[in-house]
């Protein structure tokens, strides 16, 4: 079909809509998806296809979730080519274990990216979640229609996923993808980045909750995972294990704790 | 949680439901998900993470759609422990291409796996899909009810992806799975063990159509791919340039068409 435009998270394409056996050609907007190709210490690393926009927390936030980087401080360089979709990233120390991982990958369920370079179980070697930081279940209800909010401004096309790192005050980061474990991996980017720590913090995301978000959540220390989705019976597994506190079906009034509900505080029960 | 029960597609759990500020400890039914470990050549391949049921056809459909077999006829052996969460598979020749491919990886926005080993753009020298087989609109509409009734039967959690092929007809095959990806594998799988050619079928499915998709698609020579949610930006342009007539939005009495219309007829009109 003939490309009308092309802007940041959306594109304007022609199509055939047809309804009720009428046949008409019109206007459309399509979610954009692109490549991002990551360049580690100069050596092609792995091609990410997500949302256009943050793509410096992406590239950031996914070499976290796999365990290449932990801090800002191990980076030497980091740019991005934004018309080439190339991130290039270099690290002060040189990374032995890429070699070593990269024969071993576990592809997740999830939407948006999924390869876990470490087997899903190695993640039960990540420090255990001791944190005794409570929240009162009203407060999840605010934050996740604040996510819902800011949700709806930029959705024109259906689709795109959510995620966000609060406080118990309000949402500090937020960040759409079309992969539902990129907008989790920008999110952590953009914290890693700006050196805010997360282990008195509220992960909140759009999508199910499926095992490695729980991993992503564990190797940062998360205290809080909550969702207005579903999650899986190894994601409840998992969070159980690591300390971690999982909550999903968050809508209107309600939610369900999956694991470690002692973290929620119910004033009126 | 305790763990009450576990059966093929759900587990039970106790949570704790907070609805409108009170407490309860309630029975809840999780989607399970459960890793596969593919063994290629007696080589640990790669772990997906999945639905536990029709794990041979996803190893099959996974391996196709990565390009590592065609058909059924190369391979040799095939077993699955489901206990352990394996697949064993052999082919009949040696695989070179593996060292090869490994090292080059794209990770892909999709739900549910999303690894392409080869590059997003390879996919472009897959022959072009030039059947000439066109489809009334109103039989989509019918197919795609067909694939939400039979998704209705199987949905307790919420979550679940399914996927199908179908001729004119009907809906030949059915799968579901946690992961988008994972569903449109098992259904390759599927066609390529009962060797059934895909070059004159229907792609079905309830996810949103992003780019490796329409790749596994090219691969295949499918003609159509139909969702009832929406495409990106990338799958039209690569749908438009590997000749597949690409549908999104099929609700009711409309669909969308983003490429190739001239495959879809529409009487009334």
Do not use: W
């Not at 091609?47 to 401080?73: H, M, W």
């Not at 018309?83 to 990958?105: P, S």
């Not at 971690?244 to 968050?250: A, K, R």
Request: charged share 25%; net charge neutral.
């Amino acid at each position: 079909m003939y490309e009308l435009n092309d802007n940041q998270g959306t594109r304007e394409l022609e199509i055939i809509r047809i309804k009720s056996g009428q046949r008409s050609r019109e206007k459309d907007q399509v979610v954009t998806e692109t490549p991002l190709t990551i360049f580690l210490n100069d050596r092609e690393f792995v091609t990410l296809l997500c949302s256009p926009d943050k793509q410096d927390y992406l590239a950031v936030g996914f070499l976290r979730s796999e365990g290449f980087i932990n801090t800002a401080d191990d980076l030497d360089e980091l740019n991005v080519d934004y018309q080439k979709g190339i991130a290039f990233v270099r690290t002060k120390t040189t990374l032995d274990l890429v070699e070593k991982l990269y024969g071993k990958r576990t592809i997740t369920s999830g939407c948006g990216k999924g390869t876990l370079f470490s087997h899903v179980l190695d993640s039960l070697q990540s420090k255990r979640v001791e944190s005794a930081m409570q929240i009162e279940a009203g407060v999840l209800l605010k934050l996740m229609y604040s996510l819902q909010e800011k949700s709806s401004l930029f959705k024109k096309t259906g689709g795109v996923h959510s995620a966000a790192i609060a406080n118990r005050e309000k949402i500090l980061f937020y960040c759409e993808d079309i992969g539902r474990h990129n907008a989790v991996d920008k999110i952590v980017g953009e914290c890693i980045l700006k050196k805010v720590p997360l282990d008195d913090k509220i992960l909140l995301s759009s999508g199910r909750l499926s095992s490695e978000i729980v991993i992503k959540g564990a190797k940062l220390q998360l205290p809080f995972i909550v969702s207005r989705s579903a999650p899986t019976s190894l994601s409840v597994d998992l969070a159980e294990q690591m300390g971690i506190t999982m909550v999903g079906f968050v809508r209107g009034k309600r939610l369900n704790v999956y694991s470690h509900d002692y973290r929620i505080i119910c004033l009126e029960s």
